[in-house]
Structures are given as C-alpha cells and as structure tokens.
C-alpha cells in the first residue's frame, strides 16, 4: 500500500543535542510538509517541499531546518531542541500545492521527548 | 482573515447515539473542506473532503458532512457512535496564500469520548 512512513515513532533526546526525524513515502508526491502538534493543539505547518523547492513558514524558529535529498524522503532536523519542542512531529504529503483540491495524506507522527 | 472555528473542544456521546461535531469557517472564496481524524498517538487520517458539487459528503467509517454556505459550516455527523470513534476530529479549509498555493489552515479540535 501507498503510505507515508516516519521514524522512529518515539524519540528521546536531550536538551541540546540534535536531532533528525525521517519521513518517507511511496505515493511519489511532490510536496511534503512538516507539522508539529502539540498536545491538544491543532497541526502547526512548520515548512514544506516542493519538489526541491524549500518554504519555509514565516514563524518556523530558526532551530529547525529540512532536508529533502530525493522525492521519497525528507528529515526534520532540530539542532538544539529546548523543553519547549518537546511534541508530535508530523509529516504530511500531496501532489500539488497549486490546486486548491489538493489532498494532503500524514504520516503516523514521531513523538519528541525531551529530557 | 482566513480561520477554522470548532466550537466544541470535548464532547462525550454513548456509544449507539447520533454525533454532531461543529465546523465555522471563515474565508473569503470558495471553501474546500476537510474533516481529519486523529486517533491516540497516531496521525490523521482523512475522513472526508468537500469542493463542490452536492453539499452533503459522505465519507469512511459511516461519517458524513454537510456544508451550509448562508451559515458558514460544514458540520460532521454519524448516525451511530461507536466506541472505536473515540479520537480527536480536525476540520480544515484549504486556503489560498500570497504565493498562488493553498495550504490548510486547521481547526483546534474536537476531542470524542464514547461512552460504553
């Protein structure tokens, strides 16, 4: 089945060292974006992909930053992760962000603690 | 400015009873629609989506939707709650941004408890 995979689905790290979460997927989408949820809030776009294309949202902290090295993945890397980042990360894809139908399909998350 | 309202951040329900989640919307062209479900510890998945056409939308797990221009809504509904429902339900609109593209702007959440 066509899906969009993240790992790993639990993450611990510790106050300032950094980390890298991975998303991957086979629906061979365009666009994939990253959100980050946290607890009983709704999805915060942090940045997304477009092809190479990197956008980054105007309040995303400077902390975090993407890499997309091919259509099927893309990493979330946060260099220096506070309390405060402590949440669920989400990565989402689509097709086309240029039409307004387009449908976006998420991953299961991965769960950031940290320490 | 374009907003998602979910006007109710818990309901309970038993499990059999009919289920109405709220949707407002605020946004100045024409709405395309989507209801996530969240359940525990995982992602969202879609349940149903609206563009245009007829305005009551049926989508998985026996949900459905109807959206009402003159009141801004586009509320979720299930005839018949079961205890597997029991998850968090997102609403969202794609909304057009500055560059030409759309994004979703989301609802903050209904959270569903189903009562045995």
């Known amino acids: 089945d066509a899906m969009v995979i993240q790992n790993p689905r639990y993450q611990v790290t510790q106050f300032g060292k950094p980390v890298t979460l991975s998303c991957s997927q086979t629906?061979?989408?365009?666009?994939m974006y990253w959100y980050q949820q946290k607890s009983s809030q709704a999805p915060k776009l942090l940045f997304h992909?477009?092809?190479?294309?990197?956008?980054n949202e105007a309040d995303t902290p400077d902390n975090f930053q993407s890499r997309r090295p091919n259509t099927s993945f893309c990493f979330l890397d946060i260099r220096s992760p506070g309390l405060g980042d402590a949440a669920m990360y989400l990565c989402?894809?689509?097709?086309?962000?240029?039409?307004?139908?387009?449908?976006?399909?998420f991953g299961p998350g991965t769960r950031l603690t940290v320490l | 400015a374009q907003s998602v309202t979910q006007p109710d951040i818990h309901i309970t329900v038993s499990e059999g009873a009919s289920l109405e989640l709220r949707c407002n919307y605020s946004?100045?062209?024409?709405?395309?629609l989507f209801w996530y479900v969240q359940s525990p510890g995982q992602g969202l998945q879609l349940l149903l989506k609206?563009?245009?056409?007829?305005?009551l939308v049926q989508g998985i797990k026996g949900f459905e939707a109807e959206f009402k221009r003159s009141q801004s809504s586009f509320n979720l509904r299930k005839p018949s709650v079961h205890w597997s429902d029991a998850a968090e339900y997102f609403c969202?609109?794609?909304?057009?941004?500055?560059?030409?593209?759309?994004?979703?702007?989301f609802g903050t959440g209904t959270r569903l408890k189903v009562l045995a």
């Open positions: 989402a894809t689509s097709r086309d962000r240029r039409i307004p139908t387009d449908t976006q399909y």
């Open positions: 629906l061979n989408h365009n666009v």
């Open positions: 992909y477009y092809d190479k294309d990197f956008n």
């Open positions: 946004y100045g062209a024409t709405p395309y």
């Open positions: 609206y563009f245009s056409g007829d305005t």
């Open positions: 969202a609109v794609g909304a057009r941004t500055t560059s030409g593209t759309y994004k979703y702007i």
